[in-house]
């Protein structure tokens, strides 16, 4: 039964062209060719990816943020309560009016005292300042150094400009070591992001991080086995070239530099449109959606490998859309914050400002596209 999913599963027939076989791709006359198994390896690289992560965020990351004053904010914890404790775990964390009551009367608390506990506590759950830092401070220096690499790879290729090239001979198409360990390294580190994502900072959109996780890392494993590699490679480097702009923006957010994280948006937001919405749907999704079939009938992995493009594609206009709605505020002079932000509740929050002597707001917190907030303190940097 398995043998025979096995065999149904790598059948040629689903995703190589008509008329030719696995047989083809096996390595001869000093010709290597990309196979399945290579992929085993992403794996442990993926694990050694999450310690190599641990020691930069506790070596790199952290002095570097203290160099940078950013430094945790002291929070009010909830007090023990274990009827307020039970029903933040089972049945929500932000009880109705109806609740509130019900949840006094049981703990001998007012109604203002429960809805403190409940912000608290939900202060208590969220990411401090340093995690956040620390995070966006080790993805922008694998998005960097990626797109570096990437760029590496692909600028002395005859296919990085002209689109045609990408299919001349395909599938036939031998690989190179570089290539090989740029695909290894991309594939690797975005399974560490999915195996890490539970820990990482939840943001609001969270199903879609994992939406595009998946989709990203089944793209990358189709493209190398199938030998998508000249197309995959173009993909890889597009996308990490608007990354590491994302999460440089993010650093300078946290340490509260203003004019610097304001800068670095504008230009994060150009080339993220530019090469999301223009080049990725114009150049490249018409090099795989157009040229193949001057060569080959269209078979399973072709409609395979674009439909995954399309639901990246999909992803890419909801962010580009919450990056516009928030250049939009950033135009208008209104208050500018992340689409997808968890903004930290302070004591005077929901109507409380009155008995707490009217305090001021705490600063929103940014915590992934787009990063932008035009309320740090008087004294940001830039």
Known sequence: MLQTLYDYFWWERLWLPVNLTWADLEDRDGRVYA???????????????????YFFELYVATPLAALLNIKEKTRLRAPPNA?????????????????????????????????????????????SLLKKFREASWRFTFYLIAFIAGMAVIVDKPWFYDMKKVWEGYPIQSTIPSQYWYYMIELSFYWSLLFSIASDVKRKDFKEQIIHHVATIILISFSWFANYIRAGTLIMALHDSSDYLLESAKMFNY??????????????????????????PFWILHCTLVYPLELYPAFFGYYFFNSMMGVLQLLHIFWAY?????????????????????????????????????????????????????????????
């Open 322 to 382: 919450l990056i516009l709605r928030m250049a939009h505020k950033f135009i208008t002079g209104k208050q500018v914050e992340d689409e997808r932000s968890d903004r930290e509740e302070t004591e005077s929050s929901e109507g409380e400002e009155a008995a707490a002597g009217g305090g001021a707001k705490s600063r929103p917190l940014a915590n992934g596209h787009p990063i932008l907030n035009n309320h740090h303190r008087a004294g940001g940097r830039s």
């Open 255 to 280: 340490a509260g530099w203003k004019n610097t994280c304001n800068n670095i948006f504008i230009i994060f937001a150009i080339v993220f449109i530019i090469t999301r919405l223009v080049i990725l």
């Open 35 to 53: 196979k399945a198994s290579d992929l085993y390896i992403t794996l442990p690289l993926a694990l050694l990816f999450l310690i190599v992560r």
């Open 83 to 127: 009827t307020l404790e039970h029903f933040y775990l089972t049945s929500g964390k932000q009880p109705k009016q109806v609740e509130v009551e019900l949840l006094s009367r049981q703990s001998g608390l007012s109604g203002r005292q429960v809805e403190r506990w409940f912000r608290r506590r939900r202060n208590q759950d969220r990411p």
